[in-house]
Nanobody, 117 residues
Framework: QGQFVESGGGLVQAGESLTLSCVVS????????MGWYRQAPGKEREFVAQ????????TYRDSVRGRFHISRDNAKKTVYLQMDALKPEDTGVYYC??????????WGQGTQVTVSS
């Protein structure tokens, strides 16, 4: 069964940076598209970024493009989200997940990111 363990969240001020990590098990990370989502209080969960296993392409939601960078270490089965120039609207619980395959409906506990103004 797939498992996603997110970490690295915290409380930061606007303009600061954080790097989130997600250790994955039960998923063939080297051949799986991986992504990050977030959920702000009172809002629906939304897509943040995706890393494609084939070709190494990435995609981002418009509001984070240029500030966030998704990467992966296939040997460590870990996915990262580097977040720079954080804004209060980036506040939320961040989740990583497999974007395809039999574990695509599995979610971890997430990691809380709070950005103060």
């Amino acid at each position: 069964q797939g498992q996603f363990v997110e970490s690295g969240g915290g409380l930061v001020q606007a303009g600061e940076s954080l790097t989130l990590s997600c250790v994955v098990s039960g998923v063939r990370v080297p051949t799986t598209d991986m992504g990050w989502y977030r959920q702000a209080p009172g809002k629906e969960r939304e897509f943040v970024a995706q890393s494609y296993w084939r070709g190494g392409d990435t995609t981002y939601r418009d509001s984070v493009r240029g500030r966030f960078h998704i990467s992966r270490d296939n040997a460590k089965k870990t996915v990262y989200l580097q977040m720079d120039a954080l804004k209060p609207e980036d506040t939320g619980v961040y989740y990583c997940k497999a974007m395809s395959g039999p574990r695509a409906n599995v979610w971890g506990q997430g990691t809380q990111v709070t950005v103060s103004s």
